[in-house]
């Protein structure tokens, strides 16, 4: 009987959800030829999707060569299977590196790697849902991490890779940069900083294809030697990178999208019986880097950042924005459209593959009124982030049409409702605030102006999302932006009154502080003018000129 194998090709592994709503765990193979049938892909947390989604994505990119252009593209969206004959034969060429147990090549680790000092290995903190210290939620109990199955454990391999929290690890004997025997921080994983985004199809097959990005597009740079990790000689503890393009790690990394998408930011080895994993040394890996990766990254919003021009000397800079989990998802959706991100100097980049959708509907590939979701994943971590703090998780459904880059007017409408609709909110935000000081409070302004903004936002979320979703190619834009105005208006006038009416007599009768008087009556009427220059198109009642605030 020989060593314990687990094939990620044939053995179920992948977490998947299937169009009746049951979830399943399948194998690559599995995934591949049955990804018509399957809704989507699930796992034990959302950044896990991602992650195993860019896996995937690879071995597609691979097993065809391609797609080389739109013609290639077409072919595979117009077929009603993915090339399951490709697939297999180019994973059956690979058997070896997508074997997790295997002695010398295990998948995603480093066979040998031994601890530079008293290096643990315990699964605490391998697990994202069980973090060193205080965990952001509890799905385990601690005992519960005594031993995890190895289908799980190839999953939590991916995610480590892709949103391993930062700081102090194992030193890895080997690793030149370990000092005492600790490998000290190079960052999260290679998605840790990224605001993640991807587009969402009806079933699997077409999510895969729509974030399959045309090798001669412009979206994303190829390069004949970008290659993922199981094509390159098996790693070692060593992130030396050799000079020249041999076949080991060529200089001038990333070298394209495929790199990125395996990117090995640890070293990790598991520790395992016949039954399962019972331990994983995680080591520091190659750093990612986050300067100016946008041509060869196709996931991730980008901001040019002027201070770090500054620092490098360099005319542009842009870095990886990352979700803000305090704020809606639909807040920042100007910087996912590629029609109001812009280009060259701009502040922003829309991601990769958003563009490439756009692309999609100007060229006729997909429908332009077919409706399209963009995912939004990411991390949120703490305390030089070193744990994961929160993750977030949206979706918004839209018209192909609103990523085309000349359907100018698509986008500017919705990144205008956007503009109005935190207009509104500041005009709440203020009456809030004017409605404290009426009735003599102090410290508690900034309090009101968060819970009213919060508030407002919560009411606006699910009314933002289905007039996003109305939007199509042949919408009368004018139309559209005055019943966003005049929805927006009514509900936070509402919400105005109930904050006045809330405020008591005492708000009503005012007061003077620091030479300034306010009482629920102006604080309305300065309210409503807000409301009337923050949403122009709302036609508010005429009120007359509202007094100045000198606390704004």
């Not at 190895?150 to 194992?170: M, N, T, Y």
């Amino acid at each position: 009987m020989g060593p314990p194998r687990f094939d990620l090709i044939d053995q179920p592994w992948i977490l998947v959800q299937r169009h009746d709503g049951t979830t399943a765990e399948v194998s690559l193979l599995e995934l591949f030829t049955d990804a018509g049938d399957i809704a989507r892909l699930t796992g034990d947390v959302a950044t896990q999707e991602f992650a195993v989604l860019r896996l995937l994505l690879a071995v597609l990119h691979c097993s065809i060569d391609g797609p080389e252009d739109d013609r290639q593209w077409r072919a595979l969206w117009r077929s009603e299977r993915l090339p399951v004959d490709d697939i297999a034969a180019y994973l059956a060429d690979w058997r070896d590196r997508f074997d997790l147990l295997h002695p010398e090549t295990p998948f995603y680790q480093v066979g040998g790697l031994e601890p530079a000092g008293k290096g643990k290995t315990s699964l605490t903190g391998f697990l994202a849902d069980m973090p060193v210290g205080n965990p952001y939620f509890r799905m385990r109990e601690p005992e519960s991490t005594d031993r995890i199955g190895f289908a799980e454990a190839a999953r939590w391999l991916v995610h480590c890779q892709a949103f391993d929290s930062s700081g102090i690890k194992p030193g890895a004997r080997g690793d030149d940069r370990v000092k005492g025997g600790k490998g000290y921080p190079i960052g999260p994983g290679s998605c840790g900083r990224y605001g993640g985004v991807y587009a969402l199809g009806d079933d699997l097959r077409e999510t895969l294809l729509l974030n399959l990005i045309a090798q001669d597009s412009v979206y994303v740079r190829f390069d004949d030697d970008d290659r993922p990790v199981w094509e390159r000689s098996p790693q070692t503890a060593s992130i030396e990178e050799r000079p020249g393009k041999d076949d080991n790690w060529p200089s001038g990394r990333p070298l394209g999208p495929l790199d990125l998408y395996t990117w090995q930011s640890r070293r990790i080895r598991f520790h395992f019986d016949d039954e399962g994993v019972t331990g994983a040394l995680v080591c520091q890996g190659d750093k990612m880097p986050a300067v100016n990766v946008h041509a060869v990254e196709p996931f991730s919003v980008w901001r040019r950042s002027r201070a770090q021009e500054k620092k490098l000397k360099e005319p542009l800079v842009y870095l990886p924005k990352a979700h803000d989990p305090r704020r809606n998802v639909w807040r920042g959706l100007a910087s996912l459209l590629p029609g109001t991100a812009g280009g060259g100097e701009a502040d922003f980049h829309a991601p990769g593959v958003m563009q490439w959708v756009g692309h999609l509907s100007q060229t006729g590939l997909i429908a332009e009124d077919r409706t399209v979701r963009a995912r939004a994943i990411g991390a949120h971590y703490g305390v030089q982030e070193s744990v994961i703090e929160d993750l977030v998780d949206d979706a918004l459904a839209m018209a192909a049409a609103v990523f085309d880059r000349d359907r100018t007017d698509l986008a500017a409408a919705v990144s205008d409702a956007v503009v109005h609709a935190e207009e509104a909110v500041r005009a709440l935000m203020a009456l809030a605030a004017d409605l404290v000081r009426a009735a003599g409070g102090r410290d508690g302004v900034d309090s009101a102006r968060s819970k009213a903004a919060d508030a407002a936002y919560s009411e606006l979320d699910g009314r933002f999302r289905i007039w996003l979703s109305l939007i199509k190619p042949d919408t009368d834009i004018a139309t559209a932006r005055t019943a966003w105005q005049q929805d927006v208006h009514r509900r936070v006038t509402r919400m105005g009154r109930d904050l006045a009416e809330q405020a008591g007599p005492t708000a009503w009768i005012g007061r003077e502080t620091g030479g300034y008087f306010t009482a629920s009556p102006l604080a309305e009427r300065r309210f409503r003018s807000r409301l009337r220059t923050g949403l122009p198109l709302a036609q508010p009642p005429n009120d007359s000129p509202a007094q100045e605030d000198p606390h704004e």
